[in-house]
């Protein structure tokens, strides 16, 4: 393993290892306006949502790392304490990126990005209409994290209002992944597509209380075959199953079963059925045959 000091180890290389590490990051498209009412729009991955009562969202624009000096964003928020947070889709990641520019102040990025600006209801910054999301939202507190170059501001916002695009949600009226389409930040030029077959399902263990992977058998822990991720879905069980549930199971299972089946045979089925979420039939299969 390398180790980094980050006290003792440059800005730039501390920044860069923390991108590349910290991902990915969802994009806050912040819409921001000075006291002269001149608008500014510019992309921040120092971004995430740490409460819904009352909703508040965190981002940060950092002090540039090569002049100590602050950015647009930062200023504005101070002269005018509010902010639409707009959330970056994969249709619109490009112009998003151009926003990012570094344009003197008192340029309009929605102007040179291509976007459509549409008026808030209760704060002054304008929404970014191409985006399906779109958080209204007021300055709460802001924390410098330091005054040297690199050095984080959090700008801590109360979320006043949110308007959505009725084109993401599910027939259950869930935000659909696929639909919505985000994308986030890692480091260097890379970014990531959350939708299509990147995105995937872990169950909640929120109304139940797993066994935990320490109560398998030895014989399923010790496996060389099933992987961390196996371990945790069979953990997360509510039981073991009992000798009956495993007689029973023998039964039926041992008509599609050859005689000669083999160990790993076994364990390679019991990750197809992990596989396709049948963790209690994939449990019960290495505990009938393992
Ligand atoms: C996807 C993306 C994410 C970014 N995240 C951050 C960030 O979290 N903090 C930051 O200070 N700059 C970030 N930047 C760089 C700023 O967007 C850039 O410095 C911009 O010019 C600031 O604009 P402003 O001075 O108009 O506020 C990011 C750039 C991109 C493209």
Known sequence: MITIDPKNTSVPEVH???????????????????????????????????????????????????????KNTFDNIK????????????????????????????VNEFIKAGFTAIPSEVIRPPRVKESPVQMECKVMNIIETGNMGGAGNLVICEILKIHLNEDIFDSNGSIDPHKIDLVGRLGGDFYCRASGEAVFTVEKPLQKLGIGIDQ???????????TGNDLGKLGNLENLPSADDIKTFKKEFSENLSAEIKKENIV??????????????????LMSYL
């Open 16 to 70: 860069h290892t923390m991108l590349g590490s910290i991902g990915p990051r969802p994009i806050a498209f912040a819409s921001t306006i000075d006291k002269e009412g001149k608008i500014n729009l510019s992309p921040f991955s120092f971004f995430n949502a740490f409460g819904a009562n009352p909703a508040t969202l965190v981002f940060s624009p950092s002090r540039r790392g090569r002049d100590n000096t602050t």
């Open 79 to 106: 002269e005018i304490p509010e902010v639409v947070i707009n959330v970056v889709t994969y249709s619109m990641v490009e112009q998003a990126s151009l926003a990012s520019t570094e344009y003197p102040k008192g």
């Open 216 to 226: 398998l058998p030895d014989k399923i822990k010790n496996s060389k075959l099933l």
């Open 268 to 285: 390679l089925t019991s990750k197809e059925f992990l596989a396709k979420n049948e963790v209690e039939r994939a449990l019960l299969l």
